[in-house]
């Protein structure tokens, strides 16, 4: 079970209850672009499947799923481990030029506030799977 991050262009909206259901993405870029630029961030990542990136830190792994839409107007990031992850996620954001909405609380990823909204992701999985799955 992962802490899902979907990452798209949501352009200057202020929240995401903000984005009407007509809402189509701008690309965020040629797909070998938006790849090579989660290499040029994460150096460690490995692509073996290009469309199934791997990251793995101390304590914690993101997979990045892309699918093979050029160019590429989304992309997804499962995250496991503890919060060793969010400083490199707000970092492929800021590199990339778009946002992500997270998957705990529904609202704009944002760094500063990622920990507390992984936090009661944490806690949901412990409840539904126990402790530390």
Known sequence: MSWDIFVQDFGDYASVEDIPDTFQPRPI???????DTIRRVCPDVDFDDPNWGVLSGDGWSIEFNI???DPCTSFALHVRGDDGSIPVIACLLNE???RAIESA???FFEEAV???AFGKWRACRDQV???GA
């Open 114 to 116: 990622a920990p507390e």
């Open 105 to 107: 609380e529904s609202e």
């Open 129 to 131: 799977l126990g402790p």
């Open 67 to 69: 699918n093979a839409e």
């Open 29 to 35: 870029g040629q797909r070998a672009s938006v790849i």
């Open 96 to 98: 990339l030029g778009v």
